[in-house]
């Protein structure tokens, strides 16, 4: 009998090594699976899958995620407004989560000897899946062709053409990763430090110009419409801001980060829908929250991302934070106009019935309405009082 080896495939250029190491090279009864976390439509899901069966594979099984991940981890990123350095929104990184989570349950259930997956020895995604494995499906054997033999792409393709297997070599030179919270790039100029990727190497190419206004509706913090378009699921209506301001080429960058291992990477991506999102539900925070409110989840939310980045989804601290952030979306409710351009966006304003900005209030730089000039002279002597004790003692003892 066989053993069993269950690889988590995304029928690119690592996953497709694995299959034809793993079976005709150890021997093993390989069963793939595609965990789909909204980056495939119905083709492209068929394709990976014919590609599993004709390198050979004993089973083949597509799960889909993309709900599950988007309540477990997506809702979080964005009641966060989490942007590792300020840059990427957690494209891969999140998505990783779900996947290594299915991968591990999958196992289980098939009662699998071994798991495989096609993580290099040089990034992030190799502690990610073998620390969820290593908790889910512990003393389970752990198997990684492309980390341990240190295979370039140029080796990998060599391999496979050896092996008869046909696919598009070419576009196996760059690295994709798609997923419904954005798709990442990486190839040879992502390995220096400077370089851009060409506009071919893009998966969604620029096809629109001039202006259009977007408006999005959230509700308690939730995305439930745009134009006035109701969606059943805030995946929906991600997938459909993804689908009209991808085009115009938005949210395409090169994020340069940390990885968990200390060294530094760089990565291509584009995430036209996960950026206009979060950057729309951020500023109708900006409007409703109160500015400790503001300042506490920056800080509880930044530390939420980067813990998710290095893999540790199931540190039960992860609950108490989404916990938190759940509480602080209560009135985040209303409406975030947003104007798309090539290569770029503009949040307009928005509208809510919780506006702190109220004009009943007073008008900023204007007018004040509910306090007096006396208020705010009396206000600025008790608010700056113990400074000035602090430095009239110092300026005594200094005589």
Not at 292 to 316: T, V
Request: a neutral charge.
């Amino acid at each position: 009998m066989k053993k069993k080896v269950v690889l988590a495939f995304s029928g690119g250029l690592d996953t497709s090594y694995c299959v034809k190491y793993l079976s005709e090279d150890l021997g093993y009864e390989v069963h793939t699976l595609t965990v789909n976390t909204g980056g495939f439509d119905q083709a492209e899901i068929k394709a990976i899958e014919d590609r599993a069966k004709s390198l050979g594979v004993a089973s083949h099984k597509t799960v889909d995620e993309t709900r599950n991940y988007y309540d477990k981890v997506i809702r979080f990123l964005i009641y966060g407004n989490v942007l590792k350095n300020n840059t990427y929104p957690l494209s891969v990184s999140a998505e990783r989560m779900s996947q290594a989570l299915a991968t591990a349950n999958y196992a289980g259930a098939l009662k699998a000897d071994a798991v495989a997956h096609g993580s290099t020895g040089a990034g992030n995604d190799q502690v990610r899946f073998d620390m969820i494995l290593n908790i889910l499906v512990p003393g389970i054997e752990i198997i990684t062709p492309i980390r341990d033999m240190k295979l370039s792409r140029e080796e990998e393709i060599s391999y496979l053409k050896s092996k008869g297997v046909q696919m598009n070599f070419d576009k196996a030179m760059y690295s994709i990763n798609k997923g419904i919270w954005g798709t990442s790039v990486g190839g040879k100029e992502t390995l220096k430090s400077l370089g851009m990727l060409p506009e071919e190497a893009w998966p969604t190419q620029v096809t629109k110009n001039g202006t259009e206004t977007l408006k999005l509706k959230f509700e308690k913090g939730e995305l439930l419409e745009v134009n006035d378009k109701k969606f059943a699921h805030p995946t929906e209506a991600i997938q459909y801001i993804q689908s009209i301001a991808g085009p115009y080429g938005i949210g395409r960058d090169v994020h340069v980060g940390d990885t968990i291992i200390g060294i530094k990477g760089r990565v291509g991506f584009e995430a036209a829908a996960p950026m206009v999102v979060i950057k729309a539900h951020h500023a109708l925070e900006k409007h409703v929250l109160t500015k400790w409110q503001l300042s506490w989840k920056d800080q509880l939310a930044q530390f939420y991302g980067n813990w998710l980045h290095e893999g540790q989804y199931l540190d039960p601290v992860m609950r108490d934070i989404e916990a938190f952030l759940t509480n602080t979306q209560q009135h985040v409710t209303g409406e975030v106009h947003v104007q798309l351009h090539p290569y770029r966006f503009q949040v307009l304003g928005i509208e809510s019935g919780y506006d702190l900005m109220s004009s009943k209030f007073g008008k900023y730089g204007e007018m004040n309405l509910g306090w007096s000039g006396d208020d705010v002279k009396g206000f600025s002597k008790i608010f700056g009082n113990q400074t000035m004790i602090y430095n009239q003692v110092k300026a005594e003892k200094e005589k």
